[in-house]
């Protein structure tokens, strides 16, 4: 069975930095575009970023380009993205999520997901 199992969300203040990870089981990490999407209270789903299969390319949202990297860790099969500088609007809960598209929010499988909470 695949599964996705994030960690490393927290609360952090604004200019704070995190790295939330995402471990997976059930399947290879790196033949899928894998990614991450977020959604805030009261909003939509919203696609983050997106490292595609094989090569590892990363794609970022405008809204977290130069402050959020993501990478892969192929010989334990997770997935990290650091969140850097961080600001209140960052705030939501933030999903793994499988066969990610490329700035978009579709995708094939999502973790429970972790929460970040930046305070101003």
């Known amino acids: 069975e695949m599964q996705l199992e994030e960690s490393g969300g927290g609360l952090v203040q604004a200019g704070g930095s995190l790295r939330l990870s995402c471990a997976a089981s059930?399947?290879?990490?790196?033949?899928?575009?894998m990614g991450w999407v977020r959604q805030a209270p009261g909003k939509t789903l919203e696609w983050v970023s997106t490292?595609?299969?094989?090569?590892?390319?990363?794609f970022y949202a405008d809204a977290v380009k130069g402050r959020f990297t993501i990478s892969r860790d192929d010989a334990e099969n997770t997935l990290h993205l650091q969140l850097n500088s961080l600001k209140p609007e960052d705030t939501a809960m933030y999903f793994c999520?499988?066969?990610?598209?490329?700035?978009?929010?579709?995708?094939?499988?999502r973790g429970q997901g972790t929460q970040v909470t930046v305070s101003s």
């Open positions: 999520a499988k066969d990610l598209a490329i700035y978009g929010t579709k995708f094939t499988k």
């Open positions: 059930g399947f290879i990490l790196s033949r899928s575009h």
């Open positions: 490292i595609s299969s094989g090569s590892g390319t990363p």
